[in-house]
């Protein structure tokens, strides 16, 4: 026998492929490249090889003694063979396969990393799913990446885009990295943002770096005051404290304002209170302000505006930063009030290519301007964001409880020429206690290379209580038994003293925003809706009341209701191009809600129950046009509705309140009067909006122009005064009004590391149809009877005529330095528009300056910044409010008008420092 021995087990010759290997395709060509399939071939025939060698030794030789073999044995020798080559084969094709794959995956991975425009990408990090394997891309976009069978996926990140994972097995040949920011603007790119050249609507982009350049300490809506169009200020005069914040004359009731897409307003008031989620500003990642009726996307209805803040986890880059800063309210030569806060902070980026984590825990007070107007407070946000192939998730949880002394009234004109920092609310104990944590489960879906399902699941908890002392007040409002009530006389009983009473909420909120966004050649289709739950439990009870026996329950209730809503609506939202230079936007939003109110009968309140539910329908359309490459057009018509607030319609907490609802049948009893209601006779407002715009950009420059006219249905207007136990304006529907005006803002770059942006605005808010229904007061400050007034063609109260803004940021290497030129117009308090009570126009100019070292004693990154407020020391009002009444001293005297206002002062010039390190 030849040494050389051919097995035929199978099929297989020497040097062959099975059948299987064979029939790779249906067409019958091998899938496997030139190369690999050499490869096979080979290792194919060192496993024949293999095989033969073995038998042949193993095989049965003749006796050495006999030297003859018959051909029996022969026989019995050669299936012997063919049995333990099969033997053989079946144990070594396994073996060949795992060297075929080992030799396969053992060659690298080649591939290249670009941006959307094709450019390559320097310095990419490629991590993978098996620690210690990674490498980053070179000068011209390209890696090589040693492989590993226990590879499951590739990580592709980059500071300024946006993270990108595969599977190993469908890495493209090039891979493409989104931008996280619009280019030049810094600002995340999410679905619902308006973009350049596709949104036709009115927005400002607020980036990351004039956040950090803008916000040291302060409430957010004083971040956002150099905003075209946009009003700020905050009732205790200094930088902490209730905030305010108005668009286009509209207030935060009518400003939608959310947090990655999750509602803030109040479902009950409808404002925001960022007073409650304190040093918040330092986690937002950026912020877009959308002006006139917000986008539809967004679920709630918005007038004035919208204010998306995004603070999304994935975008962030490593780092732990320090932060301590200090400053204060100079009077007289003498320290007013403090402010301070100190900060830790930590963004752990990418960790193995797919888990972010990040966290900040701050402190800051205030002693405040005005008198009493303290400010404590502590925050955390928190949150943690894993990145998948085909998804992202991130979970957020923020919040922290506050405490601060009450400011919302303010003083009069002869009150401020005294002491400018005079304060109504003298209680040492009259705050406002809160703590409010939020949850948010954000999770994005790329079903495929069209389609994008997005969900968001979130829940708001908040429980807190106004302290207040309410002077000479009857205790029969207060559900106070006369048993418990001191003589004041022997056999008399005190009818009223003083109270401390406390104002308790606990509310709660859960909701689902999902939403589905596919693209087609055209543009895009979305689909989506914001659904919620909400309920609030209220109640008020006496602390501590003058003339009372130690009999009363020290915690006495004397009102309590409860409201649940439950909101929800439906959008579709069609982007379509209809040729490169022309796009269009149409949506249609439903949105229905429903309202339940019952109130327990309890001393003084009457226990009310009603049952209310609307249904809206808002569309919008919207044109964009490309005239050239640098000169845009854009023009659209927008339609929105929104509810009157639970305090429009009626104020529970009043006892001698009456709901706002039309009266269908009483039954009165023993026990009182039980009311069946109907429709709300505080209506909705319904709101028609025309926005044209254009834009036009240079390289150094670039300019917008926005003319707007929305046309009003029973706004919901301020008519006079205060609830001096909330602070909330008294309110009516006016018939007919109007809000337009003209938005012009500009920015230049005049030289290297100089940058100069300005914008104005001037506005025409006009009531074109309503009677106001006012007071007749006696000499006794009693209200004796009504009088019509006819208030058509006055100016709305409470909004700046003019607003204008100046900014110079000078930004080099080490240093920045800013100069802030703030420009507000005329206001007028109150319906009458008398110029006595209006607040005078005035100018006011602030600057900050910042030096970095960038190796602070190898720890990192050390700035040092200082900002002064005021600079020139001016003294002037922001805000007020007035009111309108007619007066007659007696029955037969002649009846006069009374007009009044109350307002709210500006700090004097003030200052804050911070130092702050940041290590990578």
């Avoid at 029969?476 to 418990?484: F, G």
């Avoid at 001191?486 to 709660?508: C, L």
């Avoid at 339940?596 to 964009?624: E, H």
């Amino acid at each position: 026998m030849k040494d050389k021995i051919s097995v035929t087990g199978r099929g297989v010759k020497p040097g062959g492929m099975t059948p299987r290997q064979m029939s790779g395709s249906s067409s019958g060509k091998s899938r496997t490249s030139q190369p690999d399939l050499r490869r096979l071939r080979r290792i194919e025939r060192s496993r024949d090889a293999t095989i033969g060698l073995v038998a042949h030794r193993l095989r049965w030789v003749p006796s050495e003694t006999t030297g003859v073999s018959t051909c029996e044995d022969e026989a019995r020798s050669r299936r012997r063979e063919t049995r333990l080559a099969m033997t053989l084969k079946s144990v070594m094709t396994p073996v060949a396969a795992v060297l075929w794959a080992t030799i396969v995956c053992a060659a690298p991975i080649t591939r290249v990393v670009v941006d959307p425009e094709r450019h390559p990408l320097v310095g990419v990090s490629v991590v993978t799913s098996v620690p210690g394997i990674g490498t980053q891309t070179d000068t011209s976009g390209q890696f090589e990446l040693e492989t590993n069978p226990d590879i499951k996926w590739v990580t592709f990140s980059s500071v300024g885009y946006r993270a990108r994972q595969f599977s190993v097995t469908t890495i493209p040949d090039t891979v493409v990295l989104e931008p996280i920011a619009a280019r030049g603007e810094d600002v995340i790119i999410t679905a619902d943002r308006a973009k350049a050249g596709v949104s036709p609507l009115a927005y400002e982009n607020f980036s990351r770096d004039k956040i950090e350049r803008d916000y040291k300490i302060g409430e957010f809506p004083t971040l956002l005051e150099s905003t075209p169009n946009l009003y700020a200020h905050t009732d205790a005069g200094g930088g902490l404290g209730y905030s305010y914040m108005s668009i286009r004359g509209f207030d935060d009731k009518r400003v939608s304002t959310y947090i990655n897409g999750v509602p803030l307003n109040d479902p009950e008031d409808q404002a925001t209170y960022f007073v409650d989620l304190p040093d918040f500003a330092a986690t937002i990642t950026d912020i877009q302000i959308q002006r006139g009726v917000g986008n539809s996307l967004y679920g709630d209805a918005s007038f004035g505006g919208s204010v998306n803040i995004v603070t999304q986890a994935l975008s962030r880059e490593r780092r732990t930063l320090l932060s301590t800063g200090y400053g204060n309210y100079p009077v007289n030569g003498k320290w007013a009030g403090n402010l301070s806060k100190q900060t830790i902070s930590y963004s752990s980026g990418l960790v193995d290519g797919r888990w972010e984590y990040a966290g900040r825990f701050s402190r800051q007070s205030s002693g405040g301007y005005r008198y009493n107007s303290w400010y404590d407070g502590w925050s955390y946000y928190l949150s943690a964001a894993r990145l998948d192939p085909k998804m992202s998730t991130e979970l957020h949880v923020y919040g922290g409880p506050m405490r601060m002394h009450l400011a919302y009234l303010g003083a009069t004109l002869d009150d401020i020429k005294a002491d400018r920092r005079a304060n109504q609310l003298t209680y040492s104990n009259e705050t406002d206690n809160f703590n409010q944590p939020h949850y948010q489960l954000h999770n994005i879906w790329n079903v495929n290379d069209r389609a994008t399902l997005s969900n968001t699941l979130y829940y708001i908890r908040g429980k807190g209580y106004y302290e207040q002392l309410k002077s000479k007040t009857s205790y029969a409002d207060y559900n106070i038994d006369t048993m418990y009530v001191d003589d004041s006389v022997p056999g008399v009983k005190y009818a009223s003293g003083d109270i401390v009473r406390q104002q308790w909420v606990y509310k709660n909120q859960i909701g689902w925003n999902p939403r589905l966004d596919v693209e087609h050649k055209r543009g895009t289709h979305s689909l989506g809706g914001s659904f919620y739950y909400f309920d609030s439990d209220h109640w008020g009870q006496a602390v501590w009341g003058e003339h009372l026996t130690g009999g009363l329950d020290p915690r006495n209730r004397y009102y309590e209701y409860f409201g649940k809503k439950y909101v929800g609506s439906v959008y579709a939202q069609e982007i379509y191009k209809w040729s490169p230079k022309v796009s269009m936007q149409t949506t249609a939003q439903i949105r229905y809600q429903r309202y339940r109110f019952n109130q327990t009968r309890m001393g003084a309140f009457k226990g009310y129950n009603y049952d209310l539910d609307w249904l809206f329908f808002s569309p919008r359309v919207g044109i964009n046009w490309a005239v050239t490459d640098k000169a845009g057009l854009f023009a659209n018509i927008a339609v929105s509705s929104r509810t009157p607030t639970d305090a429009d319609i009626y104020d529970a907490g009043d006892p001698g309140a009456f709901p706002s609802l039309e009266v269908l049948d009483s039954t009165t009893s023993a026990g009182g009067t039980i009311y069946k209601f109907g429709d709300p006779t505080a209506k909705s407002e319904r709101v028609y909006d025309f926005e044209l715009g254009g834009t036009y950009k240079e390289k150094q420059w670039q300019g917008n122009l926005n003319l707007y006219w929305m046309e009003f249905r029973n706004e919901i207007i301020p008519y006079g005064g205060v609830n001096e136990n909330t602070g909330i304006p008294f309110t009516v529907n006016a018939d007919r009004s109007v809000h337009a005006g003209i938005e012009l803002s500009t920015a230049v770059n005049p030289a290297p590391h100089v940058s100069v942006s300005a914008n104005g605005a001037i506005n025409y808010l006009r009531i074109k149809k309503y009677t106001a229904s006012l007071p007749l007061i006696d000499g006794t400050w009693n209200e004796i009877g009504r009088i019509d007034e006819d208030m058509s063609g006055k100016t709305l109260a409470g909004f700046p005529i003019q607003l204008g803004n100046i900014l110079v940021d000078c930004n080099h290497t080490r240093w920045r330095a800013v100069y802030r030129l703030r420009l507000v117009g005329k206001q007028f308090m109150e319906l009458r528009n008398l110029d006595s009570l209006a607040i005078k126009g005035y100018a006011v100019s602030s600057i900050s300056g910042e030096y970095r070292i960038p190796k602070f004693l190898n720890l990192g990154l050390l700035t040092l910044s200082v900002r002064v407020e005021n600079l020139f020391n001016r003294k002037f009002v922001t805000s007020g409010y007035g009111w309108n009444d007619f007066y007659q001293a007696s029955p037969s005297g002649p009846i006069g008008y009374d007009n009044g206002a109350e307002y709210f002062v500006n700090a004097e010039r003030s200052f804050y420092a911070e130092l702050k390190l940041e290590m990578f």
